[in-house]
């Protein structure tokens, strides 16, 4: 969802990235070009930020996010009363399957090398065991690569037909994180841990934003960490806007909008603290990323156990 961007600009085309949460998104006005989308219900909003692109899940209204809190702690209340899983307030310090699905064109195009993905497996780790600053969260999940395939087929590398493709190639249960390398006006797509729907159940990521990739400002692979973050059930840091609840994190201040590049210093809301801007959930450059907040790390273990565990 994440990051918007234009790429037509530098080859592609601008879209923020709106995950849906369910399911695929829809494109915005500007995305005539945009790939076929998935069923979607309503019309992202677009964003400025992450070069333009579309939102990068579906658009949660702040009755959406109610409804999923609410039943997330159903959830988890259950759970725990039957004796499963981690006790409240613990991680759950998973180690998550990673299938990548190379969708490259029958011309090759978007055939990402073996040695890109371990780097890509490797940012997942240094990304999610918080290394990239002393402020951020170690989450206690960690990322191995299970299986790697490569389809050559120019409508699925355009991320067409996407459900149907996706349920072809997907491995794994709710506890694998599926990852289709594509090539679309999206930096990436993510379906929500709540969506329930198996199937399609992953990210779909633009596969030249993996490290060593040509999407300028976007190629240092945390892309993937933004998707896997909504895949883990986290919102933007914008998600809400200048409101007390916002991301449904405690320790992210509230943001009014998607940050594009690394503006430090940034306090779009009036709100207590800076916006963060260095937070894998906002829009800002990857190289701007450095990461998730002690309050994230637990929403993700406590979603982890309601839905994926
Ligand atoms: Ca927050
Ligand atoms: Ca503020
Ligand atoms: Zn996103």
Redesign the pocket.
Known sequence: MGRSRTFKAAGVAALSAVALAITPFAPSSALSAAPVLDCLSETPTSAAARGGRPLDHEPMSAADVAAVEKKTKDLLARKRAEGYYVRQGALAAATVPVYVHVMAAANGRGDVTDQQIAQQIAVLNETFAGRESSQAANTGFTFQLAGVDRFYNDRWHRDEQSSTYRAKTRKGGMNALNIWLVEFDYLGIATFPWSGNQRIDGIRVHYDSLPGGGIANYNLGETTTHEAGHWFGLYHTFQGGCTTKNDEVADT??QSSPTDGCPEGR?S???????PIHNYMDYSYDSCYNQFSPGQSQRMSDMWTAYRA
């Open positions: 201040p509230a306090d809301c009036s709100l207590p603290g800076v916006d």
